[in-house]
């Protein structure tokens, strides 16, 4: 739009004194523009304007209002971690970034990691938190609606799209994971970020139960309980396997430890025996909780035992050959029998 000096009265027909027409039609080309790039449709123009009169003046008001309300609107057409944003619909896109510029687009794909963003070809800025940190991971969503806003003295100085808090947070990006056997955690599997707060839960194995015919013997103890909130990382996870159980007057085999790299653990129960059984317990969690012992055999008055319980779960039962993880094996006497302690548990909540 051409800055058009105000003119000056009395000037008759030179440049500072006439409106000419290339002024009066770019004027409202520009007026003109402003409305339909909106998406509103201008009046047909009257065959006589001075006998059909604009039913529609407040065009200008309705377009000020959608611009204000709806903000500008992007897709995405780069990779994950690399956005490239273009307009959408029919509105003319800024030609320069600005600080308070705002977006709202959808990204076709979820970051990993530390991202940029290039929108509407001014150049690629990082996209950054609205503490303006660097993005770690999971914070763009593919195929949900994020929003940022432009700040040149983000990043120090060097200009960044920070994002809104209600756009960072990923509600999308919550659930469990269930581990019954020994491997390393991958947080990456499960889309979780490196770094982000995760609750870790863990259960020891249980021991297995020992038992001779109508003299003595026992229920193996449970294992062991702990939980912690850890930084998500690539960590190996240890799973207690269940105790074996034994006859004869020997004792049952003690369950094995579960632990979560060598941050925490889960203690495995000791097998029955005899005497008292020790129950497993939490090491170096936040929470940490023991077992229970097995029930003792007491001769032909008492010919049978139950398993130590875990925390959270039950005892092992006599025929049960699936025991709740970490309870202890049962025995019994009479015939004897015994049965193995149940292997031990690990649950990432994030």
């Known amino acids: ?48 304007p001075n006998t059909t009169p604009d039913t529609n003046e407040e065009m200008m008001a309705e377009a000020a209002s959608r611009a204000a309300s709806l903000g500008i609107y992007a897709t995405d057409s780069g990779a994950a971690d690399a956005y490239v944003l273009s307009i ?42 609205y503490e303006d940190e660097d993005l770690s991971g999971g914070e763009l969503i593919a195929d949900r609606e994020t929003s940022m806003t432009y700040d040149a003295s983000a990043n120090s100085a060097s200009g960044a799209w920070v994002l809104d808090p209600w756009a960072q947070v990923n509600d999308d990006n919550h659930g469990f994971v269930t581990i019954t056997s020994s491997t390393t955690f991958n947080p990456a599997t499960y889309g979780i970020p490196t770094g982000k707060n995760i609750l870790v839960m863990l259960w ?17 103890a449970a294992g062991g309980f702990a939980a912690k909130i850890t930084p998500a990382a690539s960590i190996s996870v240890t799973i207690g396997a269940g105790g074996a159980g034994n006859n004869f007057g020997v004792s049952g085999a003690a369950g094995g430890t579960t632990s979560w790299g060598g941050v925490f653990s889960a203690i495995g129960g000791s097998g029955g025996a005899a005497g008292p059984t020790a129950a497993g317990y939490g090491l170096g969690g936040d929470i940490n909780m023991s077992g229970t012992q097995g029930e003792d055999i007491l001769g032909p008055s008492t010919p049978t035992a139950r398993g130590g319980a875990a925390p959270f779960f039950g005892h092992g039962l006599l025929n049960v050959t699936s025991f709740p993880y970490g309870s202890g094996g049962a025995a019994e006497s009479a015939t004897p029998t015994v049965y193995a302690g149940a292997p031990g548990l690990c649950v990432v909540i994030y």
């Open 88 to 129: 959408s619909g029919s509105v003319v896109a800024p030609k320069a970034l600005v600080t308070g510029l705002r977006v709202r687009w959808k990204p076709d794909n979820t970051n990993t990691t530390s991202s940029t963003v290039n929108v509407f070809g001014l150049g690629a800025k990082a996209v950054r938190t």
């Open 204 to 220: 020891g194995g249980g021991g297995g139960g020992s038992s001779i015919q109508s003299s003595y013997g026992a229920g193996g």
């Open 1 to 48: 739009m051409w800055d058009i000096p105000s003119k000056v009265a009395n000037s008759g027909a030179t440049i500072a004194g006439k409106h000419l027409h290339s002024e009066f039609n770019n004027r409202q080309e520009e007026l003109e523009k402003f409305i339909t790039h909106v998406g509103i449709a201008l009046t047909s123009y009257p065959a006589d």
